[in-house]
């Protein structure tokens, strides 16, 4: 019965992921908030990329 379940999941296209839900409690902490502020700085100063800004608009047109 094991072997079965093996192959199965062998098979199958959609992986599996275990994650630990004590990593949950660090949803809306920022870990790093000196990096975060120099990026927040940089995309400020320089923007995103181009291909970015195509892919919202993209994403825009799509909805109406």
Same mark, same amino acid.
């Given at each position: ?15 599996? $992921?275990? @994650?630990? #839900?004590? =990593? *949950?409690?660090?949803?809306?902490? $920022?870990? @790093?908030? #000196?990096? =975060? *502020? ?10 995103? =990329? ?15």
């Amino acid at each position: 019965m094991k072997s079965d379940k093996i192959k199965e999941l062998n098979q199958s296209k959609t992986p599996i $992921v275990v @994650f630990d #839900k004590e =990593l *949950e409690k660090l949803q809306n902490v $920022v870990l @790093f908030p #000196k990096k =975060l *502020e120099m990026a927040n700085q940089f995309i400020k100063k320089h923007g995103l =990329l181009k291909e970015y800004y195509e892919q919202i608009a993209k994403q825009k047109e799509e909805k109406k």
